[in-house]
Nanobody, 112 residues
Framework: QVQLVESGGGLVQPGGSLRLSCAAS????????MGWYRQAPGNQRELVAQ???????NYADAVKGRFTISRDNAKNTVYLQMNSLKPEDTAVYFC??????WGQGTQVTVSS
């Protein structure tokens, strides 16, 4: 049984940083594509960043140069380092393991 548990969300001022973590159990993240998605109120869930099993990454245009996805295979954990945060980054952030396993989400609020 796959379980994904996100943590690290919170309230941060514009320009600040947060690091989200997604601890996985049940399957090794090294063998699967892992992604971070976000959903703001009234919006559809959207892809933020993705890391495929061989290590290649891709990012949404809105976060390129500010967010970095990484993984620690020994800890079976995926991270999302978010820098230079903007109010429009406010959303619930979800971790996903392909094909279709989701975490419960963690709230990120960027506000002064």
């Amino acid at each position: 049984q796959v379980q994904l548990v996100e943590s690290g969300g919170g309230l941060v001022q514009p320009g600040g940083s947060l690091r989200l973590s997604c601890a996985a159990s049940g399957r090794p993240i090294s063998s699967y594509t892992m992604g971070w998605y976000r959903q703001a109120p009234g919006n559809q869930r959207e892809l933020v960043a993705q890391i495929i099993s061989v290590g290649f990454t891709n990012y949404a245009d809105a976060v390129k140069g500010r967010f970095t996805i990484s993984r620690d295979n020994a800890k079976n954990t995926v991270y999302l380092q978010m820098n230079s945060l903007k109010p429009e980054d406010t959303a619930v952030y979800f971790c996903k393991m392909l094909p279709n396993y989701w975490g419960q989400g963690t709230q990120v609020t960027v506000s002064s």
